[in-house]
T-cell receptor, first 114, second 110 residues
Framework: GAGVSQSPRYKVAKRGQDVALRCDPISGHVSLFWYQQALGQGPEFLTY????????KSGLPSDRFFAERPEGSVSTLKIQRTQQEDSAVYLCASSVGGASYGYTFGSGTRLTVV | GNSVTQMEGPVTLSEEAFLTINCTYTATGYPSLFWYVQYPGEGLQLLLKATKADDKGSNKGFEATYRKETTSFHLEKGSVQVSDSAVYFCALSNDYKLSFGAGTTVTVRA
């Protein structure tokens, strides 16, 4: 597609519920990133994939967060047993290489845990 | 570790005014520096970048110069338009990760 597509655009989850957020990167982009953006803050790095390999997951806040990209294209960020502090916008970005090439970001998924 | 500090907002300007958003950074080595912009209802977009000291990035009338001696990358535009209303993020990277500032909200009034 022309850009990075994320779905759903908005998600309301009850505390304790599991959620799955989807990202469709630009075709041919080998690098895929997930970021978390709290209200009024800049995005914070969560995890990085190069093709299907998850090369860095150091930013995942807890073991309730899990990301995958099994075929090197679409990626899913899963959050188990959601907590209120998980409420944020989750951004996906893709790139042909590293940050110096510039990322293309999706519009994000706004997760609200009630 | 890497960190970015940028001018707190919100900033409100009249059309055709001069805009400066200050950005300073702390990093190991020689990072690349970026400005990203988020227009209302849209995703983050790369506005400009500079990859080494004294480089000037420019796009859409915006400019920023990589100043290693002051560890700064201030964003400037000489004459803003209403369409420049957005949130602006300064960021840096040593490798594949971006470290962002908190963002500065700019509103331009006609």
């Amino acid at each position: 597609g022309a850009g990075v597509s994320q779905s759903p655009r908005y998600k309301v989850a009850k505390r304790g519920q599991d959620v799955a957020l989807r990202c469709d990167p630009i075709s041919g982009h080998v690098s895929l990133f997930w970021y978390q953006q709290a209200l009024g803050q800049g995005p914070e790095f969560l995890t990085y994939f190069q093709n299907e390999a998850q090369l860095d997951k150091s930013g995942l806040p807890s073991d309730r967060f899990f990301a995958e990209r099994p075929e090197g294209s679409v990626s899913t960020l899963k959050i188990q047993r959601t907590q209120q502090e998980d409420s944020a916008v989750y951004l996906c970005a893709s790139s042909v290489g590293g940050a110096s090439y510039g990322y293309t970001f999706g519009s994000g998924t706004r997760l609200t845990v009630v | 570790g890497n960190s970015v500090t940028q001018m707190e907002g919100p900033v409100t300007l009249s059309e055709e005014a001069f805009l400066t958003i200050n950005c300073t950074y702390t990093a190991t080595g020689y990072p690349s520096l970026f400005w990203y912009v988020q227009y209302p209802g849209e995703g983050l977009q790369l506005l400009l970048k500079a990859t080494k000291a004294d480089d000037k990035g420019s796009n859409k009338g915006f400019e920023a110069t990589y100043r290693k001696e002051t560890t700064s990358f201030h964003l400037e535009k000489g004459s803003v338009q209403v369409s420049d209303s957005a949130v602006y993020f300064c960021a840096l990277s040593n490798d594949y990760k971006l470290s962002f500032g908190a963002g500065t909200t700019v509103t331009v009034r006609a």
